[in-house]
């Protein structure tokens, strides 16, 4: 294949499907999917259809804070490195069955799908604000928690198959480790999007808005932005992983677009069942409760590959 | 460009994101908001969303007579809110001083402070009439833009007291002017 067309190929997974074209919308109508769940979950009827939109638009709209100094230019930098970052990791999501472009592998994933909690990080201690600050150290003090869990799911999944390359491992045939693997990545969802039992980066009744607390206008409507795309990035890594293998196009969208929509409804529906818990029981629950499961899942991985 | 500005002012009019002050209010009229978010009134439904942060508000909804305390807070938070944005002023309190009127403790009402653009009467208002009240206020917001606010809108008690189009209410109107 030529450069090119490489290049072609590359572009098209980055701007159209699963990247930009795709993904935007998603990630208004996953936000919507939310909220709605939620009011459902409560009797409520809940927002209309376009909500996510509207609110972006509106957002767009409004006057745009004064900054002044480097601060206040990494202020408006870090939503914009979050936007880009989240949709580089939707584009890399190897959704359809091709091959050529550029594939990148599983390590770049996930430091694509790491740098938006990072910025949240950077954003709220720049922001100088105490509620800013508390949040982020909160985002961080999890990040660190879940990440573990994270990062050993994934590699047991990787491990077991030697290899790191994306669009191998979306082609696996399924098995129980790669199942247990799923069901850790699952667990740590709910932190990283920032939901209930785990929303403490930014609990409403403690600490206002958290990292987010002196962002308004555009640069709220970028965090929002950056928000959905890490709903479709971090469902869709799942989707993926779930979804059967089929050579035709359109079907291997709609397993994609139906898995993820059924992890956005799961996670919606234990978000408005559960209450918030405090920092240290979740910081305890995913050091002792499930990293012993992660920590099981590579050793297995590992054990199986020596024996193979 | 046009298309624009229509998108733009139909945006803001259908998501209003609230941010509630209280000032000395004695804390009827905040149950009451919270009773418009809740699944009898859901006014989600109307794209409005309470917020933690002033930044993040469009409408500000004050409730309370405005104490000595509170005054200048509430300068400092309406000028925390960016614009576009409007102020709702919920209940009795922040409209007249209500029963609290003379008090050598308040410095009310509200619009001696900030420009106050829709007044919700009631002591406490009804949930349906703090709806109708930001409804309107989203309303004015889309349509004045950035532009310094003009005369405040004054909901009539009879609208207040009455839920939107076609409730109960009307039935009774009708009686009472047959």
Known sequence: ?????????????????????????????????????????????????????????????????????????????????????????????????????????????????????????????????????????????????????????ILSIAASQHTFSLSALAVLPSSPLRWLGIVALLVCLPAKLHLNPFSLPNAEQEIYSGPMTEYAGPELAMWELSHGLEWVAATGLVATLIAPQVTLVWLAILFFVAISFGIVLLLSVVASATARLQIDTTVRFYWQCTLIFAVLAVAAALFMRYRA | MKLWDKLMCYSRRHSPWLFHMNSGSCNGCDIEIVASLSPRYDAEQLGVRLEGSPRHADILLVTGPVTHNAAAAIRTVYGQVYGPKAVVAIGSCPATTNVFIDSRTLEGPLDKHIPVDVFVPGCPPRPDAIILGVAKAAEILAERGNKPPAESLMIPIAEAACCAEGCACEAKKEEVQA
């Open chain 1, 1 to 153: 294949m030529s450069l090119w067309m490489e290049l072609q190929t590359a572009l098209a997974r980055l701007l159209i499907f699963p990247g930009l074209l795709f993904a935007v919308p998603a990630a208004w109508f996953f936000l919507w999917v939310e909220r709605k769940a939620v009011a459902r979950m409560q009797g409520r009827i809940g927002p209309p259809f376009m909500q996510p939109f509207f609110d972006f638009i509106k957002l767009l709209g409004k006057q745009t804070p004064q900054r002044a100094g480097v601060s206040g230019m990494l202020m408006r930098a870090w939503p914009l490195i979050a936007v880009s970052s989240a949709a580089g990791a939707v584009g890399l999501l190897p959704v359809l069955p091709t091959h050529g472009g550029f594939q990148g592998d599983l390590i770049l994933l996930l430091a694509l799908l790491e740098l938006p909690s990072m910025c949240i990080i950077a954003a709220g201690f720049s922001s100088r604000s105490i509620f800013g600050e508390i949040g982020s150290a909160r985002e961080a003090v999890l990040s660190v928690s879940y990440n573990v869990v994270f990062l050993l799911a």
